[in-house]
């Protein structure tokens, strides 16, 4: 009994959670000029069971990743071709895909843009556990910072992952 309400809970957070970034991202263009409100939005959704040897696999970060995506898609204003989901990546892949989107960006006509990274694993205090490698915060945080959107957010749903707001520069 106990376990169910545990889990009730957390369904309950991580589904306010979503609403809330999706309300975040549909209004953070308010107070822009009709004029400048052609926007495109890019999402990258990463979930990683397998957190390496030591770690238990997950059973539904990757279900989070899809489950985010999808609500994205459906009321963040995220269209499906710029919506890319990874599961169980390496952190090259990761790395790639983040610089894939920047391309993207970089050459895209409408006039603004923000960039959505949503991570859902294992951390720890030196970054996020994919497979039985770690991608280090400081490395995370230059690759999303090196995004030329508008605006660039990043939502880790993963323990120990408020040591990424620590770094310089991060706010919560």
Known sequence: MKRERNNSVKIAVQFGLI???????????????????????????VGANYGGRERVTL?????????????????????????????????????NTINEIKKSIRNDTTQRSEFFFYYSGHSDENGLMLGDSIYKYEELKEAIDSVDADVNIAVLDSCSSGAFTRLKGGVR
């Open 59 to 95: 059973s539904y970060a990757v279900t989070d990743a899809r489950t985010v995506a999808g609500v994205m898609q459906q009321l963040g204003g995220v269209m499906p071709t710029d919506s890319i989901i990874l599961t169980d990546p390496s952190p090259a892949l990761v790395k």
């Open 19 to 45: 609403i809330f970034i999706a309300f975040m991202m549909l209004f953070s263009a308010v107070g822009v000029s009709a004029q400048d409100t052609v926007m495109r939005r890019y999402g990258l959704y």
